[in-house]
Nanobody, 125 residues
Framework: EVQLVESGGGLVQPGGSLRLSCVGSGFTFDMYALSWVRQAPGQDLEWVSGISWNGGSTYYLESMKGRFTISRDNAKNTLYLQMNDLTSEDTAVYYC??????????????????RGQGTQVTVSS
């Protein structure tokens, strides 16, 4: 059974930082591209960042560039999202998502096959 378990969310002040983690199990972790997606209250699901199977290629929503960094440690079956300079607009539930294949394809960024349960990130003073 494929499982993706996120952690690391919480309450942070504007300008602060958080690092999210996602541990994958039930599949060969280093064979698949992964992403972070998020959903703010009352909003549609939004893709945030993607990474290829070996971490060699990374992709970001334009507004995240320079603030967020996606990475993975295949030896630990773990995906990360380092988030800096957070604003209230980053408040959302963050999910990690797994794709069908090893390469991230931007046009299919929301066409993942599994998603975790999510971790809440709240940015507020």
């Amino acid at each position: 059974e494929v499982q993706l378990v996120e952690s690391g969310g919480g309450l942070v002040q504007p300008g602060g930082s958080l690092r999210l983690s996602c541990v994958g199990s039930g599949f060969t972790f280093d064979m698949y591209a992964l992403s972070w997606v998020r959903q703010a209250p009352g909003q549609d699901l939004e893709w945030v960042s993607g990474i290829s199977w070996n971490g060699g290629s990374t992709y970001y929503l334009e507004s995240m560039k320079g603030r967020f960094t996606i990475s993975r440690d295949n030896a630990k079956n773990t995906l990360y999202l380092q988030m800096n300079d957070l604003t209230s607009e980053d408040t959302a539930v963050y999910y990690c998502a797994k794709y069908h294949g090893p390469q991230f394809i931007y046009a299919r960024r929301l066409h993942y096959d599994y998603r975790g349960q999510g971790t809440q990130v709240t940015v507020s003073s």
